[in-house]
């Protein structure tokens, strides 16, 4: 077996998986009412920007050569509906503007579809108080949805990522963008999405306000079978892309759907694995490029054809 693997020559003329700028998309985080930048404590490297901020790290990330950038909304105001969702002067509306005016040309610009960051409940939909029993509406969310689809399709948004976990959630958003005239828009169903520990640091970066969990609507971490359900169906309503999230311990997930659709698969390293890789880093415990690219590596031997990944303009620039 050495053979193979005797000289720097042939172990790239063998390589069996090729990783490369394109293969990333960068996520960024964009606040109302920020007069700077701002750190995120539990993910050293990555800021909540400003407009300005975002244009830049945008701007950076077509230079690299990524794939695309996906953008995250604070808004200032949060309200049970997640109103600045779907207003048109609503922060992510606004940042989508922007960006596509810098890049739009160059990479993709992507944007969340969800209500978590807006809402002042934290919960992913519309929620209904069934005496003290907080329940999250699955319908009455679609229509948020649907709402908030238009607007980011409006603002310029190439892709959404859907990613509240609303049953029909995809067949819905499409039969509305349709409806309105944004048929080029594409959608990225976040399909087998986990309810996962490893979101935590994300939930500091934009400060959600969520009390509990996501348990009713993400799937439980111990199945296997029904992310790729989750995949198949969305693939049946229409998405155009599908994902498994996160991705480093949920590898066996990524494979199997890449195996059941036939629409492009992505995975999300998620807040969690990246800030567990810092922190050891930062400890000298790991070495920090190579972990990186071994991690990104390995998210797309197992499948992926796209990785969402807080490092993809750095590693790009690596690439
Ligand atoms: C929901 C959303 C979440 C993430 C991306 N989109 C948070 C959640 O479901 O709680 C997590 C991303 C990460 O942890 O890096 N809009």
Redesign the pocket.
Known sequence: MRRLRQSAALRTLTRETELAARHLVQPLFVREDLAEPRAVASMPGVWQHTIDSLRREAAAAAEAGVGGVMLFGIPAQRDARGSAGDDPEGILNVATRAVVAEVGDAITVQT?L?L??FTDHGH?GVIVDDGGVVTVDNDATLERYTAIACAQAESGAHLLGL?GMMDGQTAAVRQALDAAGHTDTVLMAYSAKYASA??GP??DAVDSQLDGD?RSY?IDPANRREGVREAVLDEAEGADIVMVKPALGFLDVVRDVRDAVRVPVWA?Q???EYAMLEAAAANGWLERRSAIIESLTSIRRAGADTVLSYWATEAADWL
Do not use: K, L, M
């Open positions: 969340d969800c978590d960051e992913c990613s490893f979101y994300f939930r996501r993400q999300y998620v807040s969690g």
